[in-house]
């Protein structure tokens, strides 16, 4: 048999368009019955050591949710993790590129301010879309047309949730630390200062680190010279490790708040000083038979090991809420999503229950209520105090 | 008063680590004109083999040799696989290559690692300390302090008194003459990189002494401090490396505990502002020659 | 070569014009043949191909390193992006701003002309100090200088929102913008450098003492470099900040730096180095950072490995400088390369030639 060279031109053709046709008609069945959940995700730099932990939890709830059938029993979920390097720029091409592989929920990473290019590039394909774990409340109001989402209540009720325990404790004069550097690193401190005053509270001092500072030992020593009777710290590790480190090296008897970004194991590592210490963050509800519960077995059962951190259970909620939203909406487009997502009311998450509709923070914020939680310094493990919600807290800026 | 002198020791004990550091880093620079990025990386190296044997239970007599020797081992790697072949490159261009293995060896080691900190299980004596009057001393600050001095000591001594040591001094003037006396390049190279590395090592012990974790980026803040040390001292000297350390401590201590809250956020900015006035006076750092060789003229 | 004779400058305008159609040649083929994907990674490397060049006028002609540059860029980006976002959203974000920028909503270019000038002044201000240094002072004054800015700009809640992202620029960053302003970016770079001030400065980098011998005021020379490289960088900023919509000072920090040094020491020590350099790293990246995204070998998924990438990329710069330690292109623009090569042709051929006659 022979073949002239058009011939082979001609069926080498007529293969490529079956062959194209093929794959358009599998991406588009695929695409019927898949959710695909795009992040552009800090997988390399300085933001990963969050995300990471993120996408577990993230894993263990669209494994559940697929288990069941998908969304609504019939639409799988599937996740589409790419590296942004914490770089703002790359992550506008990657929520970009995203879209292009048919991404119908944006993920960025956890930094509002790092994540906003992307953001608003996801808006513009009107898309919704939600920081992993930023919280910054000025986040969403910066996304148009209320396309922008955080995963949790954001910086100004933690900083004030803070400092009505303090004011309850009977706490009169404190003395913060916080960093510039970032968002999240001053404006919770902010806002703690701001509640405390109004509660009559007294800032003794402030003091500011960079990220990635070492050495706190100047911080320390005036910290614990000082007439300050509580200590609030806006640092995460391993800046706070290293803080702490110090705080006991100068001998500090002073009580330390901390914030929600030291909700992981590697705060153990900071030592004796976290026997003074109660901190901030989600998931109050720990006990048998709660969500956190679930959540932590069904993680036990896809890892073989414990949740090492809280942003896990973020994670798992953040899919939980996306997944809700979809079925609510009854659609996956994104104008939809995007008006059930702010409708969403009472979901249970593992953190607790996730309520955007009405929500008193900020359009795109969700209400959680927050935990205090101190240190199991022997087994490693954090101790439920109490939960609640601030009752009053500074507006956005 | 007392707070004044528990800044002291602040400032002595931070000093000393800075100039360990800077010494490393001028070390290689004034014999083969290296500035080497990567110095951080030894660092680090030294931290994860911290990290690694002490949480298999290694005594940690064997854990600080273990670290010591595998920042050693490290900075051998670097200089038989990056710098050899760069001998006679420019200097601009042999910085950037010490960049980009500095970049290479972090990303290696989140590979490793992971991006988590990893915490370094300390034998306990290192948090002691004891009171003179209000004041709280920490042994480890002593420690430092002594080490550091003792090593400034020894190095001095081996440059003085030991043929190699007279060899290095020598390449470091001239280096051409000092292979035409029967040196062999080879032999300097691995010498100067040797000492580096072991210097390296030691800073990171003390570095990680304070600081409970390690991460892939931890070396890179206390190599940035050795080299505006060193830069400040007057490039290419290591007595003025070591003076580089201290006055560099002591501005950061100094600004930060006496500037008002105010100023505070602007301490990174400060210190390196007064650097550049430092240099602005004396382009050759404060030990160092009076002008830039294109200068002398 | 006859064409090149006469004035210095028909020369460099000859250069330019050769690279510049370089570049759109590859701009041709990306907007013809590329993805959306590919057409935003082109403006980006559009963008750091005008910020490299700026810096190549200076660290090119002087031998001396600046890690200071992208402290320049901020200035175009932020002065160019105050002055152009929409009032609005100024008045909520920055409502204690001074008037004159919280109600100004100028165009793009008399914006990027205030942001440049901002960057110039103060580098005429500043660039006595910094010319004066070589070697790694000048490298560690410069990262200095960066920090300084980094600083400032952190802490300027009430002008630029601090560390927070500064947003509402519109997007005028268009290819057209960024290719006239690339061909004017290189034409005065090639100016500059082939004029007798960057002949001059030249000769010092490589001998200070014949240099200053022949008359060259080393320090003066430096400093006009100086000045006009940070006017280029702060055009580069603007572009960046009205391409990206929203900027915070972390995205002009030590990463940028560094991505900006590389390209022009990977390049070599030319204008046309710059642009390789340029191209290489960041076809390099981007071609690692694919295969990260859709790539595996056997079980092992390069996406599971974070950090791989950078690692490799790392290693390539590595070896590109082991290999050839005076870059890319080393010293030479693409019209001597272009020459240089023909002559070894006809030397080749007269060698032939020559041969063949035996």
């Known amino acids: ?397 | 008063m007392q707070l004044a002198l528990q800044q002291f020791i602040n400032a002595l004990s931070l000093g000393s680590i800075y100039a360990l550091v800077a010494l490393g880093v001028a070390i290689l620079f004034s014999i083969l004109r290296l500035a080497n990025f990567a110095h951080g990386e030894l660092m680090t190296t030294a931290g994860f083999t911290l990290y690694m044997t002490l949480a298999s239970g290694w005594n940690w007599v064997l854990a600080v040799i273990a670290a010591i020797a595998a920042s050693v081992v490290a900075a051998l790697i670097l200089e038989r696989v990056a710098y050899r072949r760069l001998r006679n490159a420019q200097p601009l261009t042999l910085l950037m290559t010490s960049f980009a293995v500095s970049v290479a060896l972090q990303s290696i080691f989140l590979l490793t690692f992971g991006a988590r900190p990893k915490g370094i299980e300390l034998p306990a004596f290192v948090d002691a300390s004891f009171r003179i009057g209000g004041m709280r001393v920490q042994w480890l600050d002593i420690a430092i302090i002594l080490i550091t001095a003792a090593i400034v000591f020894g190095l001095t001594l081996f440059l003085r008194k030991t043929v190699i040591g007279l060899a290095l001094r020598s390449a470091a003037d001239d280096f051409q003459t000092t292979r035409l006396m029967g040196v062999k390049a080879n032999a300097l190279f691995v010498g100067a990189f040797v000492l580096s590395g072991m210097l390296a090592g030691i800073a990171a012990l003390f570095y990680f002494a304070t600081v409970p974790n390690v991460v892939p980026s931890s070396g890179f803040e206390p190599m940035l401090k050795g080299f505006i040390a060193c830069v400040i001292g007057g490039l290419g000297s290591l007595p003025a490396a070591i003076v580089g350390g201290f006055l560099l401590a002591f501005l950061e201590v100094g600004s930060d505990a006496l500037l008002s809250d105010n100023f505070s956020p602007y301490l990174d900015a400060i210190v390196f502002l007064i650097a550049i006035v430092i240099l602005r006076w004396r382009p050759g750092g404060i030990f160092g020659v009076r002008l830039t060789a294109e200068q002398r003229v | 070569m006859n064409m090149l004779a006469g004035k210095w400058w028909k020369q460099s305008l000859v250069g330019s014009a050769l690279l510049l159609a370089i570049v759109l040649v590859i701009v041709a083929i990306v907007a013809l043949a590329g993805s959306t994907t590919d057409m935003r990674i082109l403006m980006v490397f559009l963008i750091n191909v005008i910020a490299a060049i700026s810096l190549q006028t200076y660290a090119g002609n002087s031998g001396n390193i600046s890690f200071g540059h992208v402290g320049f860029m901020a200035f175009g980006a932020y002065g160019s992006a105050l002055f152009t976002a929409d009032p609005a959203i100024k008045a909520i974000g920055i409502p204690n701003a001074p008037a004159f920028i919280r109600e100004a909503a100028i165009g793009f270019l008399p914006a990027m002309l205030i942001g440049t000038a901002v960057a110039v002044v103060v580098a005429a201000a500043i660039g006595r100090v910094f010319v004066r240094l070589s070697g790694a002072a000048a490298a560690v004054a410069t990262l200095g200088f960066m920090v300084i800015i980094y600083t400032l700009l952190s802490n300027a809640e009430e002008l630029t929102r601090g560390s927070k992202a500064f947003s509402g620029i519109p997007e005028y960053t268009t290819l057209g913008w960024c290719v006239a302003l690339l061909a004017l970016t290189i034409v005065v770079a090639r100016l500059l450098r082939d004029s007798n001030t960057g002949l001059g400065l030249r000769a010092c980098a490589d001998d200070p003492i014949a240099g200053q011998a022949a008359g060259v005021d080393i320090l003066n020379s430096r400093y006009v470099m100086w000045v006009a490289s940070a006017a280029g960088a702060a055009i580069a900023g603007a572009l960046y900040a009205h391409y990206i919509g929203a900027i915070l000072p972390k995205a002009f920090h030590f990463e940028l730096t560094f991505v900006l040094v590389t390209m022009v020491i990977v390049g070599g020590r030319s204008i046309t180095g710059a642009v390789a350099g340029a191209a290489l790293i960041t076809i390099l990246a981007e071609v690692l950072r694919r295969l990260e995204n859709g790539f595996s070998i056997g079980s092992i998924n390069l996406s599971e490995a974070p950090g791989l990438t950078t690692a490799v990329l790392a290693l390539l710069i590595v070896a590109t400088l082991t290999i050839r330690p005076q870059g890319l292109v080393s010293r030479w623009e693409v019209e001597e390369l272009l020459h240089r090569w023909q002559f070894r042709q006809k030397e080749h051929a007269s060698v032939r030639a020559e041969e063949n006659h035996v």
């Open chain 1, 1 to 397: 048999m022979k073949y002239s060279t058009a011939s082979i031109i001609k069926r080498a053709g007529i293969g490529l368009a079956a062959a194209t046709a093929m794959m358009a008609w599998s991406l588009a069945a695929h695409a019927e019955d898949t959710y695909k959940i795009g992040w552009a995700s800090d997988k390399s730099n300085y933001l990963s050591f969050v995300d990471e932990p993120l996408a577990k939890g993230m894993e263990v709830a669209i494994d559940e949710i697929n288990a069941k059938g998908g969304i609504g029993g019939k639409m799988k979920i599937e996740l589409d993790r790419r590296d942004m390097k914490s770089d703002p720029m790359l992550g506008a091409t990657v929520v970009q590129e995203l879209i292009a592989a048919g991404a119908k929920f944006i993920v960025t990473t956890c930094d509002t301010d790092v994540s906003l290019p992307g953001a608003q590039m996801a808006a513009k394909a009107s898309l919704p879309v939600m920081s992993s774990c930023g919280a910054d409340a000025a986040g969403p109001s910066q996304v148009p047309d209320g396309f922008g989402f955080l995963n949790v209540p954001g910086s100004l009720t933690q900083g004030a949730f803070l400092a009505e325990y303090a004011a309850a404790k009977g706490y009169k004069k404190a003395f913060t630390l916080k960093s510039k550097s970032e968002g999240y690193t001053h404006t919770l401190a902010n806002a703690f200062e701001e509640r405390f005053k109004e509660l009559g509270g007294e800032i003794v001092g402030q003091a500011f680190y960079t990220l990635g500072d070492s050495s706190y030992r100047v911080t320390a020593t005036k910290m614990v010279d000082s007439d300050a009777d509580v200590i609030m710290s806006n640092a995460f590790p391993s800046d706070s490790t290293a803080f702490l480190k110090d705080m006991e090296r100068l001998g500090n008897t002073k009580p330390l708040l901390l914030v929600d970004g030291n909700d992981t194991p590697v705060i153990f590592d900071a030592g004796k000083q976290l026997a003074l210490s109660v901190m901030a963050t989600y998931g109050g509800d720990r006990s048998p038979g709660s969500t956190f519960s679930k959540f932590e077995e069904e993680y036990r059962a896809k890892f073989g090991a414990d949740p090492d951190s809280l942003q896990t259970a973020l994670g798992y909620d953040l899919v939980i809420a996306v997944a809700a939203a979809v079925e609510a909406a009854g659609s996956t487009d994104g104008p939809a999503v995007r008006d059930a997502l702010h409708n969403l009311d009472n979901v249970h998450g593992a953190t607790g229950l996730i309520t955007y509709k009405d929500s008193p923070i900020g359009k795109g914020i969700p209400k959680k209520d927050y935990a205090l939680v101190k240190f199991d310094l022997d087994n490693k493990k954090f101790i439920t105090l109490s939960t609640g919600f601030p009752e009053k807290f500074p507006p956005v800026k």
